[in-house]
């Protein structure tokens, strides 16, 4: 008698997704024993006291569900932390508590976007945001950062503000998700881009989803600062404010965010959130709510020392042959490794990198759509994207993994490997 075998077949909205690049390339790294400059989480720890009342809270036994927006310390204390530091006007009635930013992101586009419509995003796009649309059954409308030379000859991602113009402009789009600063490119939208983006969804009922999950690394020492779009005129009613502790405070595993907006924004994503979650992490929130109040000290020395880091990693890459992009902020840069004249993709590049010279890091390509990702023509086929929040024997090890010959690692004309020891 045949057996029948039923065969199963991924339902449509997630039929392209597969692992995340920052999944495999982790993966990768750990099989070869490379330096990880792949995935942006950092070694070192965040303040040791939010970690002390994480382990009290649980051996306290606050160890069960807390209430549906999360627990009142911690929403009054992402709303004091967003007034105190930005000026920005709300309470904790806005706040509602997620398992990271990843779902207020969901939840938000759950939450706020109807099938069929469209979501304008900054190309190169950070892979959430087209996973959660594409869970919507909305479209994604990348938009496209300029990358041009400043005076000095070094090139920097900015706001194409015609392409951002045409694209709110069009009549399926229901919402816009920004970044800033933004990932990949370290980008940080100055208050001009901002407000430009603010005149062309003012009066309309387009709503702004605001990633800002980097609001505290910024390291540009020209005045530069975050601006969150929530804080520009007329903005706050029509304004999904992100953020998480994620990386504010060295706590990636945690999956402790939130999402701020008005009443009338905040219900729809909670009744997405309510079913994809129910709560976030209870012993996790008191701990955060701490931090929030307590580690502003603890944050600026973090940032001086990432600002070091980003230093030496530009130094080892130029060093190296490659081009260092301009970046502001976040913990990532991007170079171009076309100066090597290896006539490789960036894709290919970072699929030999951790054999062939040690170290790992992200192609920008994954931050594209399939069609730019494919196009050998695309300014992007070349480049590839590095992590400096590593600790300082990481990135040393990078660095003398680089310093190697990265070109003749890959050309196979290099002596033994590099010692791969930590
Ligand atoms: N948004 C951006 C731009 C990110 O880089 C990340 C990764 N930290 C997230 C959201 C996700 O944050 P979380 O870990 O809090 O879900
Ligand atoms: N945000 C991190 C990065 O860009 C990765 C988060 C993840 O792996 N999903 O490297």
Redesign the pocket.
Known sequence: MATHHPSHHPAHRVAGIGPTIFATVTAEAVRTGAANLGQ?FPDDDGPAEMLQIAADQITGGNNQYGPGPGLPELREAVAADRRDRWGQQVTADDVLITV????A?AASVLGLVDAGRQVVVLEPT?D?YTAAIGLAEATVRPVRLRLEPDAAGVRHWSLDRDAVAAAVAEPETAAVLL?TPH?PTGTVLGREDLEFIADLVRGTDIVVIS?E??ERLVFSGDGLTHVPFATLPGMADQTVTIS????SFNV?GW???WAIAPADLLRPITAAKQFLSYVGVTPLQPAVAWALGNADDWSAEWTETLRARRASLITALQDAGLEVLGSEGTYFLITDIAPLGLGISGEEFCRRLPAAVGVAAIPVTAFVTPAAAADPDDPVHTLVRWTFCKNDATLDRAARALASGVRDRFTGVAGPSPDRSA
Do not use: C
């Not at 990271?100 to 779902?103: D, F, L």
């Not at 998480?244 to 990386?247: I, L, P, V």
């Open positions: 942006g990271g930013a990843t779902e992101i950070y959430a970044n990932n990633d999950v980097y998480s502790a994620a990386k990636t999956k402790t965010g």
